[in-house]
T-cell receptor, first 112, second 112 residues
Framework: GAGVSQSPSNKVTEKGKDVELRCDPISGHTALYWYRQRLGQGLEFLIY????????KSGLPSDRFSAERTGESVSTLTIQRTQQEDSAVYLC??????????FGPGTRLTVL | DAKTTQPNSMESNEEEPVHLPCNHS???????IHWYRQLPSQGPEYVIHGLTSNVNNRMASLAIAEDRKSSTLILHRATLRDAAVYYC?????????????WGAGTKLIIKP
């Protein structure tokens, strides 16, 4: 069965450009999370989607970050006017509500 | 969510048992103890979780202290494929977003 997939696997961009990261969750998983992981550090929560409820955006670090999810399927994380400090691995996870989270392989973002 | 404390790194020999400790002295009565691990260049994967009683699954065992202020993840026979960063995380199922608060984890090094 298919797990969580993310694309692209790697993204190199120039400072000031916008980037869009994609996450395809496991079919049937109503919960979807985005995390950021800087080199050598633990995961930092960004945003949480649950069904049709309003997303929990409490972890987004600035208004340059936004995310959308269509129903219970694909989600996109958008970073506008990227900065070098945005360089990190961006991880997506999905789950049934309250259950273990299944993670994708991540997108490694490098801002030059 | 309450905070957890883990050693930065541990070493073990292949084929030997590994005991990974985690302290969570401020755990609340409803917090579950979750363990995830992250292999190099991959997203995290669920290992095990428990509330009060010790738990076993095909990957590992979880031993929880009687006062629940600490726990130990036990890998019964470590292999080179178990080399990863292991995260101990507390989660309250009553939290509305089920987010996991991640620390830096323990980097487990397996020596052949």
């Amino acid at each position: 069965g298919a797990g969580v997939s993310q694309s692209p696997s790697n993204k190199v961009t120039e400072k000031g450009k916008d980037v869009e990261l994609r996450c395809d969750p496991i079919s049937g998983h109503t919960a979807l999370y985005w995390y950021r992981q800087r080199l050598g550090q633990g995961l930092e929560f960004l945003i949480y989607f649950q069904g049709n409820s309003a997303p929990d955006k409490s972890g987004l670090p600035s208004d340059r970050f936004s995310a959308e999810r269509t129903g219970e399927s694909v989600s996109t994380l958008t970073i506008q006017r990227t900065q070098q400090e945005d360089s990190a691995v961006y991880l997506c996870a999905s789950s049934l509500v309250g259950n273990e989270q299944f993670f994708g392989p991540g997108t490694r973002l490098t801002v030059l | 969510d309450a905070k957890t404390t883990q050693p930065n790194s541990m070493e073990s020999n292949e084929e030997e048992p590994v005991h990974l400790p985690c302290n969570h002295s401020t755990i609340s009565g409803t917090d579950y103890i979750h363990w995830y691990r992250q292999l190099p260049s991959q997203g995290p994967e669920y290992v095990i979780h428990g509330l009060t009683s010790n738990v076993n699954n095909r990957m590992a065992s979880l031993a929880i202290a009687e006062d629940r202020k600490s726990s130990t993840l036990i890998l019964h026979r470590a292999t080179l494929r178990d080399a990863a960063v292991y995260y101990c995380i507390l989660r309250d199922p009553m939290d509305s977003n089920y987010q996991l608060i991640w620390g830096a984890g323990t980097k487990l090094i397996i020596k052949p």
